[in-house]
């Protein structure tokens, strides 16, 4: 069954019409729409102008320190107010996550279309939720900011991430201090401390969304093989567009959340026109086309016991691989499409940083060439080097072929979920 594309329209849901229409030039050899307007032009060049990037990269890492020195003072707070300190963590944690969002919402003017049923949209930001998104871009994780930012829930949301982002500067120790869930991905290591840390969110004060990536990694054709050979060893029927998941995470953060979390978000993203977003093509203001499907499944629809949820989670993944299978043909999801409103919020938090930020840099910039220094030049050269070796390595972490390994020897023979 093939599913006709439906026109989104922003917080309201429409029904199918046809398609718009560009009118034509006089000539009829090309479409008014496909003009190009030197102004773009333009706008495109200072987007993709790397003093540009420095400039978001320097308030990024400038006001990311800051706050996470304020974070490390309201450590005083945990011991006498626990439920302040996380309070106002999430709005801290807010300050360093939304700029990200802001470049892909504001910047690139990326826009994302959820489908999804009517009737489970208005739950969307009022209820705790565990978020399962497959795991195949480079930006796959901002689109699930940008889900929980456009819901009201960015601040407060959470992540089973592997423990190696917990020592990245300003984003791994931001999210140490709002209780993120860390993992190994060795099960026999991981077993007590990410149970021990899930049953601590029981308590949480703010609305959240758990995402978990069951993939446990990014999916690429080496990979796929790798894992089909598991799936093939383990009699699980083959996936075309996922990696087999793994279970286990997934398990212990139901059990743990039972009660706390409302529902499962299964979430099934795709871009048009076969684009491979990245984050260097956001950072360069290019505006990326993605389609997000949502089902909402009540928790209660999820077994308790570990081996019926790991079934269930398998039969899970495979109809997520039909979406997409469909999704491959015909462009487009199944239920009704819409775009939620884009809160302004990223773009004040980041203009705030900005003005509080920009004008000591430049001044300080303004002085250090002015005094005619050779060895201030050269110091102000080795910075601005640093930098761009900073923003570069910072991209790299993001990057499909810098992502962690699946599988080798041993993982060949033996799957551990």
Known sequence: MSFPRRVPVRGAF????????????????????????????????????????????????????????????????????????????????????????????????????????????????????????????????????????????????????????????????????????????????????????????????????????????????????????VAQAKGLPSLKHHLLPRTKGFAVTVRSLRNVVSAVYDCTLNFRNNENPTLLGVLNGKKYHADLYVRRIPLEEVPEEEDKCAAWLHKLYQEKDAFQEEYSRTGTFPETPVVPPRRPWTLVNWLFWASLLLYPFFRFVVNMVSSGSSLTLASFVLVFFVASVGVRWMIGVTEIDKGSAYGNVDSKQRHSD
């Open 14 to 229: 429409l029904s199918p019409g046809p398609p718009p229409r560009w009118p034509c030039s006089a000539v009829g050899a090309r479409c008014l729409g496909e003009e190009r307007i030197p102004s773009m032009d333009l706008v495109a060049l200072l987007k993709s102008h790397f003093l540009c990037h420095l400039i978001f990269c320097y308030v990024f890492i400038a006001s990311g320190l800051i706050i996470n020195t304020i974070q490390l003072f309201t450590l005083l707070l945990w011991p006498v107010n626990k439920q302040l300190f996380r309070k106002i963590n999430c709005r801290l944690s807010y300050c360093v996550s939304s700029q990200l969002v802001m470049l892909l919402e504001w910047w690139s003017g990326t826009e994302c279309v959820i489908y999804t049923d009517p009737r489970a949209y208005p739950k969307y930001g009022q209820e705790n939720a565990i978020v399962v998104l497959n795991h195949k871009f480079e930006i796959d994780f901002l689109c699930g900011w940008s889900l929980a930012e456009r819901f009201g829930v960015l601040g407060g949301s959470k992540v089973l991430a592997k423990k190696e982002l917990a020592y990245v500067p300003i984003i791994g120790w931001m999210w140490y201090f709002t209780e993120m869930v860390f993992c190994t991905r060795k099960w026999e290591q991981d077993r007590k401390t990410v149970s021990e840390s899930l049953l601590h969110l029981r308590d949480y004060p703010e609305k959240y969304f758990f995402l978990i990536h069951c993939e446990g990694t990014r999916f690429t054709e080496k990979k796929h093989q790798i894992s089909m050979q």
